[in-house]
């Protein structure tokens, strides 16, 4: 049979199916409680009311896309189909429903007239379900039925989908695959379940009218299978609702952010921040940087900053609007504010005391406080002016692009986790409009308004903080000047290097949906020093996903290594001379291991391979990368250990 003629007879052999499915005709105005059938791009979807349970008609057979709710629905209402969305009700729980295809995908709402909670969609208990993939950090893909990881995912808790750097998550199932994005992330959670030995994911969502969350949005798709196909659904999403931005208008916008491409990214310390570090980079051969310095009390001076500029690098400080303290007895710089911000614009809590701020250290501010007051007292345009007078052409704004949300119940500023989310984006986007703008681990609901983030590239398992706490081994934040908080080396627990940094479960979800649009790195504690154990590994993921190294410098660092770092830089400049404005297009594993890998950016503009195992596959040596951009010579990288 000829390829032409396959998408018809899918096509008819679905129709076929459907009418079976349904066991009555689905074209009805209105009808009692029973199945609806839907078509989608790449089946059809079999929707139960009673109960919400959801199955799918693929190429490849039927598939469960859900189970029914955890909790009683109660008996549904009437189904009327008008305009092609289906409408019910579930009287006992006081909630309305609707289901339609959109976009090639089965979307259903949900609104309640109460305060609830939902545990639904319930999802990867089909049988074919062999690996989830989700976005912690860059995102990991893992098998379902690997006892290591049931007992690392299971049980653990559920994770609100806002701390994720995207909201969605997804399944292969055999060879093909289903896709879940929740545009109504914030009040929703996802937990692990682990079950006879095997993954599935429960979705729950809290009704709460006072968090402004009584709406519940689901959207299933029917995907390829493949491990990065839930965030090129994800992709099409964002942009089919016009919320990604690319490089390329920021770079229009403010020229500057084009100084990011080819740029690796380094935190400076103590002897670093000076004009004559500078230079040596550019001695060195470090063609491209992005400059950072903490909130310490020793900002970088004017002239450091002039000569990183007339570099060609940015240069920008670290700054924090999240957190205020006691300005008499404040620890850092970035938590004193004027009066009356302390303590008059804390975040305050259901009982009315102030939210205990960061490390146990005075509040949370609440940025309505702040947004409300701005226009007659300007504290952030005067904190903005006062951390930028030596010239900065960067600004790091810490927190702001996390999923670190509050309901603020003060009378006098209250605000939901949704407005303070859009308070943060008009911020961010205010102060893109001046500087080249990064952030903390950004959602992808940020990416309007950043040109890069700090965080999004690391899959941050819950062992990290309790290595980051053992101050023997990690180190602190002293000596000022070279803190072993980010110079020591440290020693990882084995359970939580393989939950972060083992390729065979890394996958670039974040990469997929953003690579165009923002600059993703690893947190600025995990430099690449850090961690000696993981060193040639992040090197090549960091080239594979042609991201940068984030770094901590200073003359130390730079007399042992810089002839390296160099090196490093310019192979990846390479890169995005190729192709850093451009989208990730493809993802693939070439060996059995999962060991050996490839990624493809724009249309072929760039191919890079990675072989992350120790033994030669089709001539790319264990531990090396190969680049191939379109039309230019491969290159190859082999960076020690």
Known sequence: MSRRRKPAVLAMSTMVAASVLAGAPAARADRGPGPLVIPVTGGIVRLDPDGLRIDALTAAGPRTLSEGAREPLGAPGPVSLRHGTYTWSYPDRGLT???????????????????STLSWPVTGTDPAASAVQFPRGEGLSVPVADPWWNGQLGGAGPVRLQDLTMPFWGYTLGPVGAGYVVPTDLGTSLEFVSRA????????????????????????SITDGSPVAPALDYRRWLAGHGQLSRLEQKIRA???????????????WGDGRTAETVRRMQQLGLGRMWLGYDSDGTPMPADAVRAARDAGYLVG????WDNAQDPATADTP?????????????????QGRPETGFGGRGCYLSSQALAEAEPTHNYLAGRVAATAANGVDSYFLDVDATGELFRDHSAAHPMTEAQDRANRLSRMEKLSERFVLGSETAGAWANPALAFSHGSSSPVADG????????????????????GFFFKPA?????????????????????????????SLDRWELPLDKLPGQRRTRILLAMLYNTPLNLALDRQTLA??????????????????????????????LSGDRLVQRTTFGEHALVVTANFGPAAYGGLPGGCVKAEPLGQPARLLCPGA
């Open 464 to 483: 990290l903080w309790a290595a980051e706490r053992d101050k023997d081994a990690w180190g602190t934040y002293w000596p000022p000047a070279r803190p």
């Open 334 to 350: 970035a938590a004193r504010w004027p009066s009356p911000v302390w303590p008059g614009a804390c975040v305050q809590d259901a």
């Open 491 to 519: 020693t990882l627990p084995a359970d939580v290097a393989k939950a972060m940094f083992d390729p065979r479960y890394r996958v670039p979800l974040y990469e997929t949906v953003l690579h165009d649009s923002v600059v």
């Open 97 to 115: 429903a609707s289901a339609s295809a959109r976009e090639g995908r089965l979307v259903v709402d949900l609104e309640a007239t109460a305060g």
């Open 317 to 320: 400080p670290y700054d924090s």
């Open 560 to 589: 042992a290594e810089g002839p390296e770092l160099a090196s490093l830089q310019r192979f990846f400049a390479g890169l995005q001379s190729a192709a850093g404005t451009k989208a990730m297009t493809g993802f693939t594993t």
């Open 254 to 268: 403010n020229p500057a952010v084009g100084r990011l491409i080819g740029a690796f990214h380094a935190y400076l």
């Open 197 to 220: 030995g095997r993954l599935h994911t429960a979705a729950t969502h809290r009704f709460d009218a006072g968090d402004g969350t009584s709406g519940y949005t689901v959207a299933f």
